[in-house]
């Protein structure tokens, strides 16, 4: 008899009392095979992760090839996985010269990025500047970064010197701009005017999401190469925090990268889809500006599993799938569409107030309280953040009855399926949606 978990595992973001899953023993494309042999459509890749979809064979291949050759190496030697993805990635991002720092995930490469950040920029207790509204990782100095009202409970972002600024929320500008990109530069000049404010001396990094997180801010197309300007200007570092926004889930390999090279930030921190999320890995990606400076230094951090081969070994493998498998132009077409089936969802039903990402296979629908259709979007939040609506809880639940599975953050329902998914699949889960909108969310009668 299989044995269940729900007494025994203390589950991550769940009430325990409360968590109820189906036990998943297999996965094949964009489905999660089920225990009682049901399948489920997975609209969410899991974490934001499972880029690759479920039980890739050509990462099943490559971690059965390594674990056969050498399971584990520590970082005081070679390991010819490592040198492969390193190579690789520094190749794909253009930071040729630069290096590879491995971690096993996206909050310790945070972590290491700040580090790494302040021991190269000679600041070694910097001010790191954040943004409110973004998410970084559940690691003490992680949750210091992230601006996220869960993890603010918990932490003084302050012991860690790290600083918030408003995000470039275009939807409820925190600035009081009605456009989009103007809210963008706005977001940069406030970032500009922090560390005027602290003295570059004193700031070590601007860490930040480069055009989408799982808080559902998308920023506008002006935020990002702003904030090039601005620190590059104030000779601070920027950091893309790329863990949930690369490979293709923004429609380029670097979400950055649709701004052009002007637009590169001197260090990058990777996860998730690194491997396809088959084997835990993360990366921090410095570049050769910012690696010669401690070319000759002690660097004073490390993980036991740095670089561990079988999940570079995975990481190679992934980065071949993307690349020969052309996952990500496909991301970027089927994005598109997402995003206009989505605005084709938010004409039908008043709750939705906003649509925002589609650059990849990342949307956003915003809800918002009952507007009538021929008025516009009332902007007032379904319930207050972060909670979650029990309306769209209740969506949730019959989509699952029905076989698909939605993320939601508060008000927010994050579309952000493998890059694998048939397009019919991805068409019959908007027309769940389509019918679940009107079932839990019928406009009230006049
Ligand atoms: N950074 C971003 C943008 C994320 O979305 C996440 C996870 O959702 C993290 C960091 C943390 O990554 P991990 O859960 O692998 O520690």
């Known amino acids: 008899m299989a044995i269940e978990e729900r007494h025994s595992v203390l589950h991550s973001w769940s009430v325990q009392a409360d968590w109820r899953a189906p036990t998943v023993v297999g996965g094949r494309g964009a489905r999660l095979l089920l225990a009682d042999g049901g399948s489920i459509l997975d609209m969410s890749s899991l974490a934001e992760c499972s880029n690759l979809g479920h039980q890739h064979p050509r990462l099943i291949e490559a971690i059965r090839a390594q674990a056969e050759r050498l399971c584990y190496v520590s970082n005081a030697w070679g390991a010819q996985p490592r040198a492969e993805l390193a190579s690789m990635l520094l190749e794909r991002s253009g930071f040729e010269g630069g290096r590879v720092f491995f971690t096993l995930g996206g909050a310790d490469a945070n972590e290491n990025a700040v580090k790494i950040a302040r021991q ?10 954040a943004r409110d509204r973004s998410y970084h990782g559940a690691t003490h100095l992680a949750m210091a970064l992230s601006g996220d009202s869960r ?8 012991a860690f010197n790290v600083q918030h600024v408003p995000p470039p929320y275009a939807y409820r500008c925190p600035f009081g701009s009605a456009n989009a990109d103007e809210c963008g530069e706005r977001g940069a000049h406030a970032v500009a005017e922090r560390i005027d ?15 989408a997180g ?16 601005v620190t590059a200007e104030r000779g601070v570092y920027l950091v893309a925090d790329e863990v949930m926004s690369a490979f293709g889930r923004c429609g380029e390999w670097f979400a950055w990268q649709r701004h052009g090279d002007d637009a590169r930030p001197d260090m990058m921190t990777l996860a998730k889809g690194l ?11 410095i570049a050769q500006h910012v690696a010669a400076r401690i070319e000759h230094e002690m660097l004073y951090t490390g993980l036991t599993y740095c670089g561990h081969p079988l999940a570079c070994a995975a990481g190679v493998a992934a980065l071949q799938a993307y690349a020969e498998e052309g ?35 990342f949307v956003v629908l915003e809800l918002v309280q009952d507007a009538p259709a021929d008025s516009g979007s009332t902007h007032a939040p379904l319930a207050p953040w972060p909670q979650t609506p029990p309306a769209l809880k209740a969506l949730v ?33 908007i027309a769940l949606l389509d019918t679940l909108l009107a079932r839990h969310f019928a406009p009230s009668p006049v």
């Open 151 to 158: 993890t603010q409970q918990q932490v003084d972002a302050a």
């Open 397 to 429: 639940d019959d989509a699952m009855a029905a076989g698909v599975s939605f993320a939601t953050r508060g008000n927010l329902l994050l579309l952000a399926p493998p890059l694998v998914i048939e397009e019919r699949e991805l068409a019959d889960a």
């Open 275 to 285: 491997t396809g999320a088959a084997v835990p890995l993360g990366a921090v990606v």
């Open 327 to 361: 996952l990500i132009e496909r991301s970027r077409r089927l994005g598109a569409q997402l995003f206009a089936d989505a605005q084709r969802l938010q004409s039908r039903h008043p709750v939705i107030g906003d649509v925002r990402g589609g650059h990849g296979l």
């Open 197 to 211: 404010a602290l003295g570059a001396d004193a700031v070590a990094a601007v860490l930040m999401e480069p055009n």
């Open 214 to 229: 799982t808080n559902g801010i998308v920023a506008p197309d002006s935020y990002w190469p702003a904030l090039r300007r």
């Open 120 to 129: 190269a920029s000679r600041k070694p207790r910097g001010a790191v500047i």
